[in-house]
């Protein structure tokens, strides 16, 4: 055997090899494989086990919760028992004209039975708010399952109907007692429960606060007479609105049937505090601050000496604005000439010492021109105080 086959054979020799060596490794390989398969299901089935069986112990701690709270299993024990604590609970709550009815019973005796109830009672809503809560912090298997409430003929009370159902579980002892616990869900919160309802109208929107509608700042003269009535509006248009000053008020101020008045003694600044309130369910209140400023009283005015020149144009007087035929005329009365002057657009007059020409009347005022200059003239005033409004 020369060279090449030596070669030759080493080669082939080494592929049988390295084939061998690889399905050998496939082998184990799957072989892992495999295993790892089997110990995750084994994995699963004993996760599922665990999850069952902690299901089963919640299921037990359940049913035992539910026994603690059941009816007794006797029929005639059960309706007895909770009949006599209906009763009771509903005499307790002040209602009028109670009355608590055996309606029926159903379900599997084998299982449970439901035993159905009705209460009938009269009241106003804040006792049949306490009635309600107080049924519900009972912890029994129960329900109210049909509440209905219709005004009465008592004004602020209302007619009360309500059924109820509580469970006997077939497995509970016969002479099972009533659970001492309260149910978690009102524990605690019952007082509250009350209060949310009773201070909520249920046939209208939420109520809204009153809202200060008046100045915010108040200026006032020392020893001077000042009185300002301070104004609240409440979007809730039938809501009457109540208001007082919190805290002490500037000396020689009072506060009286919604006014401040009086002759303030002292000069500066002061934040005086106002409450209001609605009449509204829940009533409502705000606090506005308001800032009352008093300074020395304004000079006395100048008097002139003399009376002054009588003017008929003081005694001409706009006494209305008339419309014909589209278009608009001012009639000016001079009482000391009982005379009547119809003025249209355009038209020229002389009234004492004004000299002017109307040039526009509307159906609130007139305007004439006099000396290169405009003035409005309104109902009931004299062109001498038209002029002199606007020159002032």
């Keep these: 055997m020369n060279q ?5 054979v080493y080669l082939v020799g080494g592929l049988v090899v390295a084939v061998g060596l690889q399905f050998s490794l496939s082998g184990y390989r799957s072989g892992l494989q ?11 089935k004993l996760l599922d086990q665990q999850e069952q069986e902690f299901a089963g112990l919640q299921a037990e701690t359940q049913i035992a919760e539910y026994r603690r709270r059941s009816l007794p299993s006797d029929p005639q024990r059960a309706q007895a028992e909770y009949k006599e604590w209906l009763e009771k609970l509903v005499s307790a709550s002040g209602l009028q004209n109670r009355a608590v009815d055996y309606v029926g019973e159903q379900g599997s005796n084998k299982l449970y039975r439901v035993y159905t109830f009705r209460i009938g009672g009269v009241g106003n809503i ?6 309600l809560t107080t049924f519900h912090e009972k912890n029994y298997l129960q329900r109210a399952k049909k509440l209905v409430l219709r005004p009465s003929s008592e004004e602020g009370k209302l007619l009360m109907n309500i059924d109820v159902e509580a469970i006997a579980l077939a497995d509970a002892a016969r002479d099972q007692p009533a659970p001492s616990t309260t149910d978690p869900r009102v524990d605690g919160v019952a007082p509250l429960l009350v209060e949310t309802i ?8 939420a109520n809204q606060p009153p809202r200060y509608s008046g100045e915010k700042t108040l200026t006032a003269s020392i020893d001077t007479d000042f009185s300002k ?4 509006d409440d979007p809730d248009k039938d809501h009457r609105v109540e208001y007082e000053v919190v805290g002490d008020l500037p000396a020689g101020m009072q506060f009286s049937r919604g006014e401040l008045i009086g002759r303030p003694k002292e000069k500066g600044e002061f934040d005086i505090k106002v409450r209001a309130w609605d009449d509204g369910l ?13 300074g020395d009283p304004p000079p006395e005015p100048v008097v002139a000496e003399g009376p002054p020149p009588f003017d008929e144009s003081q005694q001409a007087v706009l006494t209305g604005l008339v419309q014909s035929r589209g278009q608009w005329s001012a009639w000016i009365r001079v009482r000391t000439q009982n005379k009547l002057l119809k003025l249209k657009v355009g038209d020229t007059f002389k009234v004492g010492s004004i000299e002017g020409t109307i040039v526009e009347v509307t159906d609130r005022f007139a305007v004439f021109e006099s000396d ?3 003035f409005i003239l309104r109902h009931d005033r004299s062109l001498a105080d038209a002029k002199a409004d606007d020159l002032n």
């Design 4 to 8: 090449r086959e030596k070669l030759l």
């Design 126 to 131: 804040q006792k049949v708010s306490e009635f």
């Design 229 to 232: 009535r301070l104004k609240f």
């Design 282 to 294: 829940p009533s409502r209140e705000i606090e506005t601050m308001l800032v009352f400023k008093v």
């Design 34 to 44: 495999t295993r790892a398969n089997k110990l995750r299901n084994l994995e699963d």
């Design 198 to 205: 009773v201070n909520r109208n249920m046939f209208s929107p």
């Design 372 to 374: 290169d200059q405009r």
